[in-house]
Each structure stands twice: as C-alpha cells, then as structure tokens.
C-alpha cells in the first residue's frame, strides 16, 4: 500500500504528518473546521451503553484538539435481524452524549452488516489559534492523565464471565464520561500538546505525541491510575488481542525500567475505548489544571514530564 501524502494544501493545518487525533482545515484567519470519524462493534453489551460509549469515544478527538463539538452523523451497521427497539437503544445513548456535548446529530447513514458498528462523523469550529496538537509538548512540561487505564483489560473480561456487571460498571461509567469536562478545564491553562487515549494504548498515542513533538516523556508507573481490577486481571493474562499487538509493534519505542512488571506492560499497552486525556503543560500551570479538573469532578493525576527527545520517545521508571 502507498504511504499516505504529506500536507500539501496550505489550508490544511492539521493532517496526517503528526497521527493527530483529527484533522483541521483553515477556512480562513480566525476559522477552522475540525472534522473526525470513529465507529466500532459492541464492547458491552446493553445497547444505550454502547452507543453512549460510541459516541462519547467519536467525540473525544474533538475534545483532544482543545474544541467543543458541532454536528455529528451517525454511522450505524446493524444485523438483519436486531430488534428495533436495540436499533433505537443505541441511537438514543448516542444522541443524549451528542446532546450533553452540546452538539446536534445532523443525519447520518446506515447499512446492514453481520455484525452491529456504531460511531459519529463529528466537526467543530474553531479559530486556528486555539486548536491543541499532539506536537507541542516542551521539554519541562508536566502531563496530567484524565481517566484510569484499563478499560479494555475490563471490557475482555467481562465478555468471558471473569468479573460481574458491578466489577464492570466503573470500566463503563468512564467510558460513557465525556472528555468534555477535563477540556473545558484545561482550556483556562497553557496547554502545549494534548491526545486522547485510545486504541493504540497508552504507549502508542504518548509515542505519538513524543515523535511529534520531538521530546521524550518519561513516566512514573506508580502514578498512573488504573481502574480497578485491571492489575489482577493482567496477572492472569486476560488481556484483549489488540493489546498483544500494540506490545509487539510498540515495544521498540518504549525503555521500561526493570522493575516494570508485565502485567503493568500488558495494561500500558492495552486498547482503550472512550481514554482519558493527557494533556501537556508548564510545570507552572500544573496546580491549577489539577484544581481545575478536580473542580470539574474529573479525576486527574500528574503521570510524568517531558524531556529532551533522549534515545527513546518514551520512558517508564
């Protein structure tokens, strides 16, 4: 397969050269479009959870680029055979996180499929000044993570009968939470870089922003959350496929320390659905993000700090 162009058109501020969160074309000096698309197959299986789930994960790119959301299509593959009243179920969780955005679905398109997807085209306006990247990140930065890791350590167990609803339901609850109230937050600080943390695990979308940026970032293991029951479930190796294979395209851009466990390795690889934010700022501006965000009832935690690009993008101690 052909790689993908460079940016070549000048209106096109944000596109594939940085593996960003979403794409941003200037329409003119003080206005951009910000336009992303995700859907994917059930991770739970109450269908308002998951089209809650979907469309909060569809609009985090938005969030992650320092915007607020618009308009969203639908992108919906359902079976034949699905009942109405899950076809509705779906939209409807869908349609209330769009409204809790304060965004409006616009339309949206459908097709039979074996297997039910669902997901959001969403856009957003925004002056070009404001938007976040992922390439902005300064050596002495300081990076606050938004929601635990783990979900799809969680997810995995729960389709194989390992843990029960309620050991599940705090997994769902975050990802049914909007990256809304950590963006709102951050927006009243110095952000430098910032990306969600989603199918490429932990260590892929911080590689990412490493790369992009051109630094390093370094992590302390012990300070990153995780939700609970991830650790155990990692000792016993129940872990999804996706994040075996994060860990072996990854792994070369990663210097654990020794006393990295692999469990740890396992959840710091591990896809998630609808992750947190990590968001890049001075080490100046690091109280009042964290007192921000604990005002807004999001659960943040200082993860690491950025550091001249060293010999790997990223390091955990």
């Not at 190796?237 to 320390?257: H, M, T």
Request: glycine share 8%; hydrophobic share 40%; charged share 20%.
């Amino acid at each position: 397969m052909k790689s993908l162009p460079a940016n070549h058109d000048p209106g096109l501020l944000v596109g594939f050269s940085t593996n960003d969160d979403a794409c941003v074309y200037k329409l003119r000096e003080d206005l951009a479009l910000i336009q992303t698309v995700d859907f994917f197959t059930p991770i739970v299986d109450d269908p308002y959870q998951f089209g809650q789930i979907a469309a909060a994960n569809s609009l985090s790119d938005i969030y992650a680029m320092g915007a607020t959301p618009n308009i969203a299509l639908n992108i919906l593959c359902i079976p034949s055979c699905m009942p109405p009243e899950d076809i509705s179920a779906i939209l409807t969780g869908g349609a209330e996180k769009v409204q809790e955005a304060g965004a409006v679905i616009g339309g949206g398109h459908s097709v039979i499929d074996p297997e039910p997807k669902y997901g959001l085209c969403v856009s957003a306006c925004v002056d070009p000044r404001q938007i976040w990247s992922n390439a902005g990140a300064n050596p002495g930065d300081v990076l606050v993570l938004t929601k635990p890791l783990g979900n799809g350590i969680l997810a995995t167990a729960a389709k194989k009968d390992h843990i029960s609803f309620d050991e599940f339901a705090p997994s769902i609850q975050s990802m049914a939470t909007l990256n809304k109230y950590a963006r709102d937050a951050a927006i009243k600080t110095r952000v430098h870089a910032c990306t969600d943390i989603t199918g490429f695990g932990f260590i892929g979308h911080t590689s990412e922003m490493a790369d992009a940026s051109g630094c390093t970032l370094a992590f302390a293991a012990k300070d990153i959350p995780l939700l609970d029951g991830a650790y155990k479930l990692a000792e016993k190796d129940i872990i999804p496929g996706g994040a075996k294979r994060n860990a072996e395209y990854l792994s070369p851009k990663v210097n654990f320390a020794a006393n990295i466990d692999s469990p740890l390795r396992s959840i710091l690889f591990d896809p998630q659905t609808s992750g947190g934010l990590l968001i890049s700022v001075p080490e100046a501006d690091a109280h009042m993000l964290l007192s921000n965000l604990a005002a807004a009832g999001v659960q943040a935690a200082v993860v690491g700090n950025v550091r001249p690009q060293g010999k790997f993008p990223i390091e955990v101690y």
